[in-house]
């Protein structure tokens, strides 16, 4: 099971923009939406992602937050906001970048075009990730390559969730590039599922909501890293060296 959900939409001038934007942050992280998604976690035994707004201070962090039958699991806050998100949001350091070991397999969480990092993919390989996780609104085709290699880099399953978002669910305030018809596409989905050996074995899912549904063959792993392993047979320790910095340099926890 893994999910993800945004904040809600804030109004348009510049200073009220920012004001909502915190103040749904805040709504969102601290109050018991944590405690309830846990809650589910618990009672179902499953693990899930779900991407969020956390609020530490006066800075906003975009999140991948880990829940599991033990309940909250941790998070990771997104290393590099992209383009205008700089705005808004600030940069996560190192010490929120974890691997979170199931007992059956490690999952972790890529936010959107933090993907695009090989030097953050090879710090999470080398932590032996077996599922990565990409919540993203990146529906461009081009998107479905890099989760293909990420998957076949990495000789892991990759679970890449986006987001189809139309008109219609924005305020009427907002008034995007695209049109201010209700039915007009903004954000047009591509959620998908692929193997450790690059297979797409669902999706991507397009032009609605829905939820896509895989059973992953955990054997898979062990097979498709016989002769690739990007930290291990295959790596080159001898010329190729990676330092990773998890010092917490934030001032929140």
């Known amino acids: 099971m893994f999910r ?19 103040q749904a942050g805040a709504r969102l992280f601290d109050t018991p939406e944590v405690r309830r998604l846990a809650g589910v976690t618990r009672e179902l035994g499953v693990h899930a992602v779900v991407g969020a707004v956390e609020r530490a201070g006066a800075t906003l962090y975009c999140v991948a937050l880990y829940f599991g039958p033990q309940g909250y699991l941790g998070k990771h806050r997104k290393l590099m906001p992209t383009a205008a998100e700089r705005t808004i949001w600030g940069s996560g350091d190192g010490s929120t970048m974890p691997v979170l070991h199931t007992g059956r397999a490690a999952f972790t969480a890529a936010i959107c075009w933090e993907n695009y990092m090989p030097l953050f993919r090879t710090a999470l390989y080398g932590k032996g990730v077996d599922v990565w996780c990409a919540p993203t609104v990146d529906d461009r085709e081009s998107w479905q390559a890099t989760m293909r290699h990420i998957a076949l880099e990495g000789r892991c399953f990759v679970l890449s969730a986006n987001q189809y978002l139309l008109r219609s669910a924005l305020p009427a ?9 209700p039915d007009t596409v903004l954000i047009g989905g591509g ?31 062990a097979r498709s890293r016989f002769d690739f392993d990007p930290v291990g047979h295959y790596a080159r320790p001898d010329v190729f060296t990676l330092g990773v910095d998890e010092t917490a340099r934030g001032t929140h926890p």
């Open 4 to 22: 993800t959900a945004g904040a809600e939409p804030a109004p348009t001038s510049s200073s009220t923009l920012v004001s909502a934007v915190v």
């Open 173 to 181: 305030d907002v008034h995007p590039a695209q049109g201010d018809d």
């Open 191 to 221: 959620s998908t599922v692929v193997s450790p050996l690059g297979e797409v074995l669902a999706g991507p899912l397009r032009d609605a909501e829905g939820i896509l549904t895989v059973e992953l063959d955990l054997g898979d792993l």
